[in-house]
RNA sequence: GGGGGCGUAGCUCAAUUGGUUAGAGUACUGGACUGUCGAUCCAGUGGUUGCGGGUUCGAGUCCCGUCGCCCUCGCCA
């Protein structure tokens, strides 16, 4: 046995005992009679002292000793002097009297130094990911991702899913995200496909009768990437059968209760409050609210129509919308020249075409340099329907109903950030449900599936296919933790002729379903039970629990924003004979 | 594919309007020190300012291109 116990353990009821501990040199500090290591390993720090009364030449020998060495020391443990104890360390009562060094490895003198007190660049840590993951904000990071895991797998489990591994080199289907394509070498031509959800598989589960399946399942999707999106991550993937949405929602809430009280030591109250779709848009114009904060989208078409503002006027009058929000207490904070910047922010990156601001004034009068071009009526209604108190800063976007959305939500959510309307520890969970069935797709400007082909409407809007898509309500539900979207799902079509006919609207002919999906599709016929199911954003929702903002931090080796991995170097040449084997041929 | 930010010592950063030999902290190397804990003190090594080109008497600084990392729009059923 290489140690006895680990460097985060020990405490003032070891001493006297003699221990063997293994780790790295995290600090080294020599008084030249006495020299002090602090030793670390995931579990802690213990600080390690070599003098002379240790015997043999431990201390000659510490004095070579490096950050990031790899030693094992052997001595025996004792309360620290009086007066030397550290209250900010764990093991801070004791420390390991060495008598015995052995030096496991030297280290090379390391890129940075994994409890160096500045971070360095992203870029850095991931080339020398070891290091990185040494850190012990990393390690934690790990550890609770592997807690959350657990709990997911011992929540399931209680709850009579059985886990089931589904391929990961499946077949192409060109809808939704890009594939990542795997070349078949006994058939020249032909590729895989890895998969971007189970969905498909976990489908056919159902009809064949595992009516509680779970799998923690690596998807990939190839897409650009984003500080909450990878080209590969992690979901947990549910699907049940005889249940309907409530059920779906149950079985996520007690499961987010959990994990709620069991990390965060929260205790929910459940159900989890859930908002439609349209009302989501309505107050806060996205599907994926940030709830920890009001600051709600309000309506002024209607006064916007009677207000005498040319810009507003015609806006109503040409079917769109005259939207605000009311940043509290914001208007001193926001000078003209930052205005300036959030009208570019809207405008530039959001499509707006104009910001429109007032400030109220102590009097409660909302004054801007458009507020000439209103009645002193329509200000009135303004300042009523916005709630408007003196110091506050309006600001208005008046576009299409997306648009207004889109931009209203950028600015909802920088504000508020801006404005600190929520605290860092804060967490706030909810469900958006019943998602239009359809969008439009503006490259073919037919219809496209707003979550996938498979998504069942609700069984009120069943003849709203025929009649109005556009219209249709789908059984759908996304989980929305402060803001992001950690997991969706559906109650899927069960029965082909329903099917068939969202494939019709979708464009999809018969001949290219039957090419595609024609395994479902006759599954389906085959005793298919009624069926639906969820999937939940892994590394989105430890990032949540544990407080970060980028899922790279929650996974061991992500990729860079153009999917490459810094330390490996991948992707990579191949040689050109595995190319040849594969009967591809691509420019170098 | 578009927009933006950044790139200076191993690391984190500084460098006035374009102006002397590009600095600091830390790490590293050597030395001093028997109770430190971000040890301290003394001395030292360390630079193709990402790369290529241009403007200029003179470029870390300005211009063009390019590479890398990050943010973001599009995209992500």
Not at 269 to 282: G, I, K
Not at 544 to 558: K, Q
């Amino acid at each position: 046995m290489l140690r006895t116990h680990t460097c985060g353990e020990l405490r003032a009821e070891h001493d006297g005992q003699r221990v063997t501990l293994c780790g790295w040199v995290d600090t080294y500090r020599d008084h030249s009679g006495v020299l002090f290591v602090d030793l670390r390993d995931r579990y802690g720090k213990t600080q390690v002292v070599f003098a002379p009364e240790g015997g043999g030449n431990a201390l000659a020998q510490a004095k070579l000793l490096r950050g990031e060495d790899v030693i094992s020391i052997a001595g025996a443990v004792a309360p620290r002097p009086e007066g030397t104890k550290n209250p900010k360390m764990a093991t801070g009562e004791i420390e390991v009297r060495a008598q015995h060094l052995e030096v496991l490895n030297k280290s090379q003198n390391p890129p940075f130094h994994p409890t160096a007190k500045e971070l360095p660049g992203e870029d850095l840590r991931l080339k020398h990911r070891y290091l990185d993951l040494r850190r012990p904000k990393m390690q934690q990071t790990l550890m609770l991702r592997h807690r959350i895991v657990k709990i997911m797998r011992d929540y399931i489990d209680e709850l009579g899913f059985i886990d089931i591994e589904t391929p990961m080199l499946g077949r192409s289907t060109p809808e939704g995200a890009r594939d990542y394509l795997v070349p078949s070498r006994v058939q020249p031509g032909a590729f895989y496909a890895l998969p971007q959800s189970p969905q498909l598989y976990k489908q056919i589960l159902m009809v064949a009768g595992y009516d509680r399946y779970s799998q923690i399942a690596r998807c990939f999707r190839d897409e650009d990437l984003r500080a909450d999106r990878q080209p590969e991550f992690t979901q947990l993937d549910l699907e049940m059968s005889f249940i309907d949405a409530d059920d779906i929602m149950g079985v996520i809430d007690g499961l987010v209760a959990r994990l709620a009280k069991e990390i965060l030591g929260i205790e929910l109250t459940l159900p989890l409050p859930r908002m439609t779709y349209d009302e989501a848009m309505e107050r806060f114009g996205h599907d994926a609210p940030d709830l920890r904060f009001g600051m709600e989208l309000i309506d002024l078409t209607d006064i916007a129509r009677e207000a005498g503002f040319q810009v507003f006027r015609n806006t109503a009058e040409g079917g769109g919308r005259v939207r605000g929000i009311n940043a509290k207490g914001a208007a001193d904070r926001y000078s003209r020249k930052l205005i300036d910047e959030l009208t570019r922010f809207v405008c530039e990156d959001f499509g707006a075409r104009g910001l429109a601001w007032f400030k109220v004034d102590a009097e409660g009068k909302l004054a801007s340099p458009i507020a000439k071009n209103f009645s002193e009526d329509s200000l009135a209604q303004i300042a009523e329907r916005m709630e408007a108190e003196p110091g506050d800063l309006l600001l208005f976007v008046a576009d299409r109903f997306d648009v207004t959305c889109k931009a209203l939500n950028a600015l909802r959510k920088r504000l508020a950030g801006e404005l600190k309307l929520y605290k860092p520890g804060d967490m706030h969970f909810s469900w958006v449900v019943e998602f239009p069935m359809f969008e439009r797709d503006d490259e073919t400007g037919g219809w496209a599936a707003m979550h996938h082909p498979f998504t069942a409407p609700r069984k009120q809007d069943f003849d709203l296919l025929d009649t109005a898509p556009q219209q249709c309500r789908a059984q759908a539900y996304d989980l929305v933790i402060n803001g992001m979207e950690a997991g969706g799902g559906t109650i899927r079509i069960h029965n082909s002729d329903v099917q068939s006919k969202v494939f019709r609207l979708l464009g999809i002919d018969e001949a290219t379903a039957e090419d595609r999906f024609g395994f479902l599709l006759e599954a389906l016929q085959y005793g298919a039970p009624p069926h639906g199911g969820i999937a939940l954003g892994l590394d989105r929702v430890v990032t949540l629990f544990g407080g970060g903002d980028s899922i790279r931090d929650v996974i061991a080796f992500p990729k860079t924003q153009r999917a490459t991995d810094l330390m490996t170097g991948a992707p990579g040449q191949v040689d050109i004979r595995q190319l040849k084997e594969l009967g591809l041929n691509v420019p170098r």
